[in-house]
C-alpha cells in the first residue's frame, strides 16, 4: 500500500520512485532522500517539457530549474520551498558521508515529496483528482528488513545510471532533430501536448485548492 496511489493513472513513472522513497524511508534513509530527489527532478523536468507557461533558465540542474521565476509564478512559493528542502536532502544523501541521515530526516523528506506530487497530480492530472484532504501520515512508514543500507558510493553508482539513461533518451531526439522531417513531426508532437496540458492546466486549478500544504 502506497500514500502516493493518485499518480497511478497520470504519473506512472513517477509514482515508481515516489514509492522506492516511501518504502525505504525508516530502513535505508540515505537511499530514501536520493529517491525522493530523484521523484522530484523526474516531476519537475516533467513541467518544464510540458507545460508551455515556464521559461527555459540558464542551466538545465535541478537547483537552476527550481530558482527559476516562473516555477514559483505556477506552483507558489510553499510547493518551491519543499523542492529545495527535497534537493537539498537528496544532494545530501550523494555527498556527505560523514554524517549519518536519521530516519526521521528521510520521513519529512518524503512527507514534502507526498506535498509535491499531491500539487502536481492536483494541477495536471487529465482525470480524477485526489482528495484534498490527503495527508501524509508518517505512522504508516513501515520498517523492511530486506532493505539495506545504501552507501554514498551506492548512490552515486545508481545517480550516474540514471543520467546515463536520460543522455540516451536526450541522444535519440537529437536524432529525430537532425532531420528536418523528424524536427517538424517532433515539434508538433510537444506543440499538441503542450497546448493539452495548458488546458487541463486552467480546468484543474480554477478549482480552489483546499488541500493543506
Known amino acids: 500500500m502506497t500514500q502516493f496511489a493518485f499518480l497511478t493513472s497520470d504519473f506512472p513513472d513517477l509514482l515508481a520512485h515516489a514509492k522506492k522513497a516511501e518504502n525505504s524511508a525508516l530502513s535505508d534513509p540515505r537511499g ?27 542551466q538545465d540542474t535541478l537547483a537552476a530549474l527550481i530558482a527559476e521565476p516562473s516555477l514559483a509564478q505556477l506552483a507558489g512559493p510553499a510547493i518551491v520551498t519543499k523542492a529545495r528542502f527535497i ?4 544532494n545530501r544523501a550523494a555527498h556527505d558521508s560523514g554524517k549519518p541521515i536519521k530516519p526521521q530526516d528521510a520521513a519529512a ?20 483528482k485526489p482528495d484534498p484532504a490527503l495527508q501524509f501520515d ?10 539495506s543500507a545504501s552507501t554514498v558510493a551506492q ?3 545508481l545517480r550516474k545510471k540514471h543520467d546515463a539513461d536520460a543522455k540516451a533518451l536526450k541522444n535519440a531526439e537529437a536524432a529525430r532533430l ?15 501536448v503542450r497546448a493539452e496540458i495548458k488546458e ?5 486549478t480554477a478549482v480552489q485548492d483546499d488541500h493543506d500544504y
Open 155 to 157: 548512490i552515486q553508482a
Open 32 to 58: 530514501a532522500c536520493f529517491w525522493a530527489r530523484l521523484s522530484l527532478e523526474i516531476a519537475i523536468k516533467w513541467i518544464y517539457r510540458n507545460d508551455p507557461s515556464m521559461r527555459s533558465p540558464y
Open 109 to 128: 523528506v518524503v512527507r514534502e515529496l507526498f506535498h509535491v506530487c499531491y500539487w502536481m497530480a492536483r494541477t495536471y492530472a487529465k482525470g480524477t
Open 138 to 147: 508518517v505512522s504508516l512508514l513501515e520498517k523492511t528488513l530486506t532493505i
Open 200 to 204: 487541463i492546466r486552467q480546468a484543474n
Open 87 to 90: 534537493k537539498d536532502q537528496g
Open 178 to 192: 537532425a532531420s528536418e522531417e523528424g524536427r517538424r513531426a517532433l515539434e508538433a508532437e510537444l506543440a499538441q
